[in-house]
């Protein structure tokens, strides 16, 4: 986690505006989708929050509910905490510094519990998977987003030059090439759909399925504690 916390210490003050970039601004409609799933969750916990975008959603589309945004990086923290405080959403979301690798929650505390783009950055993915259920109630809800590898075989290839030269290529311009480096690098190496999926039932999940997003190059994992 160090060397990746350090990552996205450098990029938060770019890294909404980047994200808007790269994705067309499509990864605000990918946030959305995600707060839709918690229907009916009280308590969630939002986990690599970043700079609040998914805490925040869920605050727009669930007023009833609360969310617990986490991050190991204080510098997107700084930014979240500002943006929540903008729009004055202090009392239904709180942020704490902490990784998914070993949660400061008692057992069973959340209803459900929100990642996008955040599991392939821990150190190990089971063990991340394992405290998330560990604080989960019975019945409590996981729903992840994580780029994916589009199966296309003519997008594939045109994604992957975009995704792998363009996107560093862009970066580079502001001094974070070697970060969105890393982000290509990173999805490439992470688990596949299916092979995620049976991460998520070693760590004791049941009912785990995946849809595809935009042509494939994001997966929302959905799984049962």
Request: charged fraction near 30%.
């Amino acid at each position: 986690m160090p060397e990746t916390k350090k990552i996205f210490d450098e990029v938060a003050s770019h890294y909404d505006w980047l994200n808007t970039l790269f994705s067309l601004g499509i990864h605000k409609l990918w946030r959305k989708k995600l707060a839709d799933e918690l229907r009916g969750a009280e308590y969630n916990l939002d986990i690599a929050t970043g700079t609040g975008e998914v805490a925040i959603e869920v605050a727009k589309k669930h007023p009833a509910a609360k969310t617990v945004g986490i991050d190991p990086s204080m510098n997107m923290l700084r930014i979240a905490k500002k943006k929540i405080e903008d729009l004055n959403l202090g009392e239904k979301i709180a942020l704490a510094s902490a990784a998914a690798e070993s949660l400061p929650f008692a057992e069973k505390q959340f209803d459900s519990a929100t990642i996008a783009f955040g599991i392939r950055n821990t150190v190990d993915y089971e063990l991340s998977l394992r405290e998330i259920r560990r604080v989960l109630r019975e019945n409590g809800k996981l729903f992840i987003l994580e780029f994916a590898i589009p199966r296309n075989p003519v997008f594939k290839p045109i994604y992957m030059v975009y995704f792998k030269v363009l996107m560093p290529l862009v970066g580079s311009i502001y001094g974070r090439g070697k970060e969105y480096k890393y982000l290509a690098e990173s999805t490439a190496s992470f688990p596949q759909r299916k092979n995620f999926i049976r991460h998520l039932e070693n760590a004791g999940f049941r009912d785990c399925r995946y849809s595809e997003l935009t042509m494939g190059v994001v997966a929302l994992y959905r799984a049962t504690r």
